[in-house]
C-alpha cells in the first residue's frame, strides 16, 4: 500500500475513487465502533473538521485511540485535542496550518513530538490555501491560483505548492493542488438513515471536505426521518453519496461545543491542556485512564463529571445551560458576559 502523501494530491486516483462509489440511498447506520473499524486504516491520511473546539467529532476521535490505530497522517485546518495521538504510535505526522486550542493554550504532546522529531510537519500552509486545496478537490479541478502565502516562506518550505505568473496580468500567484484525504469524519445535529446530514451555525470547510474525502463517516446527535431532513433542505451540508456510514452519537463533540445544544467543557479542557498533557508521563496517565481505561465515550463523560462530584446527567444539563448562554443570551467565548436569568420558554421563542 502507497504512502498517505502518496495519494494525497493524486487526481486520477481520487476520480477512480469517486466513480466506484455507490451513489445509492441505503441504510448506513452501524455503530461507532463498526465505522471506526472498517473505514479508519492504519495510515491513511484524516482530515479535521468543524473548527478548532466547535462540533469536531471527539467521540470517534476517542475511538480511534481505542483501537489503536496507528500511522495516520493528520490534516489540520486547525488541529486540536487529537493530536496527542502520536506519542502513542497513533499519528505519524501532519499538514499543518495551526494546532492549538486557542486561548486554552498549545497542545503540549504535538509540540514535544516536533520538538524531538518524532512527528513529522510535511508541509505547513495558510489556512485559506489549505482550504482552497480541499476546495478544488470539491469543484473537480487539479489546482487553484490564488494570492495566499505569497511573499512568505511558507512557499519555499511547502513542497506541494508552486508559484507561476497570471497568463492574464503577468503577476505572481500561488498555485494549489487539490487534496484528496483518505478518510474524513464529521460531527452533525441531524442525520439521516442515507447519511443526509443538517448542521446548525457555521459549516467551515466541510461541504469541500465531505467531496474531497474518498471515506466519510458521520457521527450524529439524533438520527431523524428523511421527511424531516427533506422538509429543511437548505440546512443538508452534506449529500447521502459522499457518505459511508452514519452512526447516533449523542455528545458526541464533548468535550467540544455543539452549537444551539451543548458548550464546550471549558474546564476540563484548559485542566487537560495546561496541566495533564504537560509531560509525556502525565498525558500516558490520562490517556491510558480516559482513552484506554474506558469502554467508550459515555463511561468516559460519567468518570469526569464523578470526579466533579455531579451525576453526570446533571453535569451535562449544565452544558446545554451555557449553550442556551451563548446561543440566546450573549455569553461570550471567553465564558463571561449574556444573561442567565432566563427562562426555556424566552429560549424556545428566540430559536424558532
Not at 442515507?194 to 438520527?223: F, H, L, M, Q
Not at 496517565?285 to 451525576?311: C, F, P, R, S, V
Request: net charge neutral; glycine share 8%.
Amino acid at each position: 500500500m502507497s504512502h498517505a502523501n502518496d495519494r494525497l494530491f493524486d487526481h486520477k486516483l481520487a476520480r477512480e475513487w469517486k466513480l466506484k462509489k455507490s451513489r445509492a440511498e441505503k441504510d448506513k447506520r452501524m455503530t461507532l465502533q463498526e465505522a471506526i473499524a472498517t473505514l479508519v486504516e492504519d495510515g491513511d491520511s484524516i482530515v479535521e473538521t468543524g473548527f478548532a473546539y466547535v462540533r469536531g467529532p471527539m467521540a470517534a476521535y476517542w475511538e480511534i485511540g481505542r483501537q489503536r490505530k496507528k500511522n495516520l497522517v493528520g490534516i489540520f485546518t486547525p488541529g486540536g485535542m487529537n493530536t496527542a495521538w502520536h506519542e502513542f504510535g497513533g499519528l505519524e505526522g501532519a499538514h499543518v496550518a495551526y494546532v492549538g486550542v486557542e486561548m486554552r493554550g498549545l497542545i503540549s504532546p504535538f509540540r514535544r513530538g516536533v520538538e524531538a522529531g518524532t512527528l513529522k510537519v510535511y508541509s505547513e500552509w495558510s489556512h485559506g490555501a489549505l482550504s482552497l486545496a480541499l476546495r478544488a478537490a470539491e469543484q473537480g479541478v487539479n489546482y487553484v491560483a490564488c494570492k495566499s502565502m505569497l511573499g512568505t516562506d511558507l512557499m519555499r518550505t511547502n513542497p506541494y505548492v508552486k508559484e507561476a505568473r497570471d497568463p492574464w496580468t503577468g503577476e505572481p500567484v500561488c498555485l494549489v493542488p487539490a487534496m484528496y484525504p483518505d478518510v474524513a469524519i464529521f460531527h452533525v445535529h441531524h442525520a439521516d438513515k442515507y447519511g443526509n446530514s443538517r448542521i446548525w451555525g457555521p459549516s467551515v470547510n466541510d461541504t469541500a471536505i465531505a467531496i474531497a474525502a474518498r471515506k466519510v463517516i458521520v457521527t450524529c446527535e439524533r438520527i431523524v426521518s428523511t421527511e424531516d431532513i427533506r422538509s429543511n433542505p437548505y440546512q443538508v451540508i452534506i449529500p447521502h453519496y459522499c457518505v459511508d456510514a452514519v452512526c447516533e452519537v449523542p455528545y458526541g463533540a464533548y468535550p467540544g461545543d455543539m452549537p444551539g445544544m451543548y458548550y464546550f467543557d471549558r474546564r476540563l479542557q484548559e485542566r487537560v491542556v495546561r496541566v495533564e498533557w504537560k509531560t509525556r508521563e502525565s498525558t500516558k496517565e490520562w490517556y491510558e485512564k480516559y482513552i484506554l481505561g474506558t469502554k467508550d465515550h459515555y463511561e468516559m463523560i460519567q468518570l469526569i463529571a464523578e470526579e466533579e462530584g455531579m451525576n453526570v446527567l446533571e453535569y451535562m444539563k449544565r452544558l446545554e445551560q451555557l449553550s442556551c448562554d451563548a446561543s440566546y443570551f450573549g455569553l461570550g467565548y471567553w465564558g463571561v458576559g449574556g444573561e442567565r436569568d432566563w427562562r426555556y420558554e424566552e429560549v424556545a421563542k428566540r430559536a424558532i
